[in-house]
């Protein structure tokens, strides 16, 4: 009779502790492509109420991974429009490629370092001017996991549009870019 006891024992225990056996391995999130959205203030450098004011601005992002682990491949696109005080307003949409980097600190938080390049579409009113500028983009990104498909994260990019090679043009365009952003996980298990 004890040794039925005993074996009803073990295989209690066993039952209950079956989970603490099972190996485990933490997923990161980071490496699975992604696609977001992001809305925040965009702000215009080196103008005046009667140049632009800062506005609201979105856009949304792709992003791959490579086979190097802490960098990927994205590709962002937005909208941004600007008004004034006065008669001037100025509307772009930016398009480009970029590197993103993860900084290797072991932290809850994802911090994220990027650089890329591409055009903006920019229309200049009361001119009524519009043409594809060449730009330049530098930014950083800090994002956390809040669940398996969805991170949540702050933006602040800068945008350089090249404008000067325009004959008449006598400075180049500088926004300053930030925002909440939502990341969706794609992919994987």
């Known amino acids: 009779m004890k040794s039925i006891k005993t074996a009803a024992l073990i295989a209690i225990l066993l039952a209950v502790s079956i989970d603490a056996f099972a190996q485990r391995r933490a997923t990161d999130y980071f490496m699975r492509p992604q696609a977001g959205v992001w809305f925040g203030p965009v702000t215009p450098v080196y103008t005046t109420h009667d140049d632009v004011n800062t506005n609201l601005g979105g856009g949304a992002y792709f992003r791959y991974n490579t086979p190097y682990q802490p960098l990927k491949l994205g590709l962002d696109a937005s909208y941004q429009r600007f008004k004034s005080d006065g008669v001037n307003e100025l509307t772009l949409w930016p398009v480009y490629g970029s590197m993103i980097y993860r900084l290797p600190i072991k932290f809850a938080l994802a911090f994220q370092l990027k650089a890329g390049a591409g055009g903006a ?20 990104e800090t994002s956390f996991p809040a669940g398996r498909y969805i991170n949540i994260g702050l933006r602040i990019d800068y945008l350089f549009i090249y404008e000067s090679y325009l004959p008449g043009a006598t400075r180049n365009g500088h926004i300053i870019n930030s925002g909440i952003t939502l990341y969706f996980n794609l992919g994987g298990k």
Do not use: A, H, R, T
Not at 123 to 139: A, C, F, R, T, Y
């Open 121 to 140: 579409n920019v229309k200049i009113k009361p001119d009524n001017e519009k043409q594809w500028d060449p730009m330049g983009m530098l930014g950083f």
